[in-house]
């Protein structure tokens, strides 16, 4: 079974930077597409970035060039670097599938908090 779990949040202040990771196990992470989500309280989750296994990425528009995904495919590890962070970038960080695929089980998520 695919297991996910994100780490590397954190509270910070607005204009700051936080790098998540995301570790994959369970199959073949070469495989896979994989994406970042965030949910903010009272929210949907929201795609946030794709990255597939050659390193290509896509960003939601909202992402203006404040983030960029990367994986290492030698440690099954996927992160997202996020800079320039907006008090409306709080929320709970996952990771799973590229956007528009079916998902697997979702792990626990790391909590980002922009604040000043």
């Known amino acids: 079974q695919i297991q996910l779990v994100e780490s590397g949040g954190g509270l910070v202040q607005p204009g700051g930077s936080l790098n998540l990771s995301c570790v994959f196990s369970g199959s073949t992470f070469t495989l896979y597409r994989m994406g970042w989500y965030r949910q903010a309280p009272g929210k949907p989750r929201e795609w946030v970035a794709s990255?597939?296994?050659?390193?290509?990425?896509t960003y939601a528009d909202f992402v203006l060039d404040r983030f960029a995904a990367s994986r290492d495919n030698n440690k099954n590890t996927v992160f997202l670097q996020m800079n320039s962070l907006k008090p409306e970038d709080t929320a709970v960080y996952y990771c799973?599938?590229?956007?528009?695929?079916?998902?697997?089980?979702w792990g626990q998520g790391t909590q980002v908090t922009v604040s000043p």
């Open positions: 799973n599938r590229g956007r528009g695929l079916p998902t697997w089980p």
């Open positions: 990255i597939t296994a050659a390193g290509s990425t």
